[in-house]
């Protein structure tokens, strides 16, 4: 009989082996309390939180956890069914008018989760006879609504503006295109030329779609993203984002303009099949998004805390994904799997916590540590992240 988890042996070949180094396993860490946006308890130290994507540090916000704390008292803990039967609350309504009028756009849909939202909308607009027109380093739960949808999907090379224009000019004539990029690449923190890209993919008919996920919030004068920034947002069909980065808490939507998108709720089955966030989470987000509006000084903090961040780690001599600060995503490129769980594990023990990304999820077999800057941050906490990385890159070898 075929053991239906054999395609898996050389990911457990590859878990075990690292493990069997004596690292500690950097998938399984627990946080045993969460004391602020930046910092928490992690096997019994205080540790702080470089890894959370809290870019704007939402999550103990007292405003937003009185609205949550109010919508367990008044609509109990979950709604038991999809928006389309017996689950949108009032709470849900105020969310989608909070988004409309962060984005100034006149259609909001929230989805469960920032996947959902992706794999719904694709999966929906896109489908059989359809082209999507797509970046190669996508997010999973793109190319998922993608392979869902059915329609004929075209990569092109990360970031390459004539590599996209080429994919575009093959497409027949007459058949529906869909252009999928995203603001922020969450693995590298790198940007996309969305204002090029965007003005190709107009030239030849196509609709754009934008994951805005790792910019909303922080990036553009109003937080609303790499597509604002660019001065090309009312070029953009779809803005997908996600409640679970700078809202602080979980779900995810799409925004737009078009006429016809509220047929969407009808026909997407990802929203329609899929019981709706509590009233506790579209309380929370609601509120959260209503301040993100008002939140200038959070952002420029931000930026500042992650322009300090790059230029002191460039300066200790770590390789970094990115030439200059593009987002609040920095990426450490370590040398292999092994050393990059080294210095993982030697920055735990100094009191900090990152994301250990590693193969295949990561471009080009990559081993990374990311670093996700919170507008929380104080300028003295990235000084002690830098001392840190300083001594853990001295003690793993990677400097």
Not at 135 to 143: E, F, K, T, V
């Amino acid at each position: 009989m075929t053991d239906l988890f054999s395609k898996f042996d050389p990911l457990i070949a590859m878990r075990s082996d690292l493990l069997a180094t004596g690292v500690t396993d950097p998938f399984s860490l627990v946080m045993e309390r969460v004391i602020s946006p930046t910092v928490a308890v992690c096997n019994g130290r205080e540790t702080i939180l470089l890894g959370t994507y809290n870019y704007m540090g939402m999550t103990f916000d007292p405003d937003v956890i009185a609205a949550g704390k109010q919508a367990l008292d008044d609509f109990g803990a979950g709604t038991t069914g999809s928006r389309c039967l017996n689950g949108t609350y009032a709470g849900h309504k105020a969310v989608e008018a909070a988004l409309c009028d962060f984005y100034a756009m006149d259609h909001a849909m929230v989805f469960s989760t920032g996947y959902q939202a992706n794999l719904g909308i694709i999966s929906t607009v896109a489908g059989k006879g359809d082209y999507i027109i797509l970046d190669i380093d996508s997010h999973a739960s793109i190319w998922d609504g993608c392979k869902m949808g059915d329609a004929e999907v075209v990569p092109f090379k990360h970031n390459d503006i004539e590599a996209m224009e080429k994919r575009l000019r093959r497409v027949p004539e007459g058949a529906g295109i869909l252009v999928v990029l995203e603001g922020v690449y969450s693995m590298m923190g790198d940007i996309a030329p969305l204002k090029e890209m965007i003005t190709i993919a107009k030239k030849y008919g196509a609709m754009v779609l934008v994951d805005e996920a790792h910019s909303m919030g922080f990036i553009g004068p109003n937080g609303r993203g790499v597509a604002e920034d660019q001065g090309v947002l009312d070029q953009v069909d779809f803005v997908i984002g996600t409640f679970s980065k700078s809202v602080g808490t979980v779900g995810g939507f799409c925004v737009s303009n078009h006429p016809k998108f509220e047929i969407l709720r009808l026909v997407c089955r990802p929203y329609v099949f899929t019981a709706s966030l509590p009233p506790s989470v579209v309380a929370t987000a609601a509120v959260s998004i209503g301040k993100l509006k008002q939140g200038a000084a959070k952002r420029a903090h931000l930026w500042e805390n992650s322009r300090t961040l790059h230029a002191g780690l460039k300066a200790l001599g770590f390789q970094l994904g990115t030439e200059t600060p593009q987002s609040a995503i920095i990426s450490v490129i370590m040398p292999d799997l092994e050393r990059g769980a080294g210095m993982w594990e030697a920055l735990l023990h100094e009191g900090l916590y990152v994301n250990l990304a590693r193969p295949p999820a990561t471009p080009a077999n990559m081993t990374l540590l990311r670093c996700s800057l919170c507008a929380e941050h104080s300028a003295e906490q990235v000084q002690t992240i830098i001392g840190m990385f300083e001594r853990a890159g001295k003690l793993a070898g990677i400097i």
